[in-house]
């Protein structure tokens, strides 16, 4: 049979959706990993990101940390940190996805906070405001468009990560790849196909519902002037 | 789920003795890691570098080609590996394909914004002199985009070095299978962790190196700033 009936035969069958370690128990350990790292990368790179937009440093911080985390292999770290203390864990898969969340988020809120109107803020300031009320009355409400982008960019890339976590007994959809390169490739094609497939659709999925969220979470008067 | 494995003198984070011993093998992963990165890039630049200046010269070009661009960066590498094993095997071919597809995006991206940052007036300067459309692009556009395009290429070989562990997939991850072999041969430390340092260095040294070549083929980028 050809591969690609051979991924739709996969597909079809029910029973690959509904059995323990099917499609459906992947999907939920998959978001599952992947919300998590996303979680705890805004919990790292927003704050700072944040503090070094607000005081005006640590440009060059951002762009270090992002050539840095680029030049480290997703794999590397997910076959090493099972090895740490950490063992097999669910950390020991969401620690490495997260370092990858951690760029993208940053390097937003630094620009956002960062590029705040400096008019608003000056106007905030004459009007009485503290750094602190600066902070989350204007500056954090106008890089609203720079965070939600930078959280798409980070989960969207996670999601996609997420599937190399497989391969180290780590879980999630990349599962039904893995197995499929386990066998030989005439008896696997369809399950690598069918489980690429399933991979590739939901990181388009995540890729749109965060968009259109974007959309939800942007103020009004900042969606217009974006589009102009 | 497997048990963790208790620290031993026998499987320690980093060994001499292991890098003596396999010399051979790791220098041989390097070279084909190095050379996945080097073919992938350059059929990459071959391609994108039109396909950039086609989207500079037509708007529905550009529109389509970043969308489609947007959607193929999306899909997780091992999906695109997954996708095309089927047809092209556990080859190294696989594996450059799917390096071809991620490059050709940051290349395509990077030498359009470059083209669009020329500066209108330089362009009807260039006209008024009496440059041809050919030599205009030659002369004054493509000079004038090398910064953003050199800059597209040195993110594209250093996401490239990093990328090209996950062929480890279809056995042609360079020094990522060593990485997988590692962790599969009852997760050898020092295999894993020497092979994780060469590639981050590996990739450090692209970034040094494509620096250095910008800086050198834009003189007059170096003297503004």
């Known amino acids: ?228 | 789920m497997l048990v963790a494995i208790r620290l031993d003198d026998k499987n320690p984070w980093f060994s001499w003795s292991y890098i003596e011993s396999n010399s051979q093998t790791l220098l041989d992963a390097l070279v084909e890691h190095l050379y996945l990165t080097a073919v992938s890039i350059v059929i990459a630049a071959v391609i994108a570098i039109p396909l950039g200046i086609l989207a500079a010269r037509s708007k529905a070009a550009a529109t389509s080609i970043l969308s489609i661009s947007g959607v193929m960066y999306t899909i997780p590498s091992l999906a695109v590996f997954a996708l095309l094993t089927p047809y092209l095997g556990l080859s190294a071919d696989t594996v450059v394909f799917g390096l071809v597809m991620y490059a050709l995006l940051i290349l395509v991206r990077a030498t359009l914004t470059g083209l669009r940052q020329v500066p209108s007036e330089v362009i009807d300067a260039a006209g008024g002199m009496g440059y041809g459309k050919g030599q205009l692009l030659a002369r004054v556009e493509l000079p004038l985009a090398l910064p953003s395009i050199m800059t597209g290429l040195r993110i594209a070989t250093v996401s490239t070095v990093a990328l090209v562990t996950v062929g480890a997939v279809v056995g042609h991850g360079g020094l990522g299978q060593l990485i997988l072999s590692g962790f599969r041969n009852n997760l050898y430390k020092p295999q894993i962790v020497t092979a994780t340092i060469m590639c981050v260095l590996l990739a450090l040294l692209c970034e040094v190196v494509l620096s250095l070549v910008t800086r050198a083929l834009t003189p007059w980028a170096r003297r503004r700033s």
């Not at chain 1, 956002?112 to 008019?119: C, L, S, T």
């Not at chain 1, 905030?124 to 609203?144: F, Y």
């Open chain 1, 1 to 228: 049979m050809n591969p690609i009936g051979a991924a739709f035969t996969w597909l079809n069958d029910p029973l690959n959706w509904t059995n323990p370690g099917g499609v459906i128990d992947l999907v939920i350990e998959h978001m599952y990993l992947s919300g998590l790292a996303v979680l705890l990368g805004c919990l790292i790179a927003w704050p700072v990101g944040i503090w070094l937009g607000h005081s005006g440093r640590g440009g060059t911080v951002t762009v270090t940390v992002s050539n840095l985390t680029r030049a480290i292999p997703t794999i590397a770290l997910l076959s090493i940190f099972p090895l740490t203390a950490l063992g097999f864990s669910t950390w020991s898969v969401v620690i490495p996805l997260a370092v990858f969340a951690v760029p993208p988020l940053l390097a937003t809120a630094y620009t956002g906070v960062r590029e705040a109107d400096p008019d608003a803020r000056d106007a905030a300031s004459g009007m009485g405001l503290s750094r602190l009320q600066i902070l989350t009355r204007v500056e954090l409400p106008l890089a609203v468009p720079h965070l939600a982008s930078g959280f798409r960019t980070a989960a969207v890339q996670v999601v996609a990560t997420a599937t190399l976590a497989a391969l180290f007994n780590g879980g999630g959809l990349g599962e039904i790849i893995a197995r499929g390169f386990g066998k030989t490739i005439a008896v696997g094609a369809g399950e690598i196909l069918a489980g690429g497939l399933l991979v590739a659709v939901l990181a388009l999925l995540v890729e749109g519902a965060l968009g259109l969220a974007e959309k939800y979470v942007t103020p009004r008067a900042l969606r217009v002037a974006a589009a102009q």
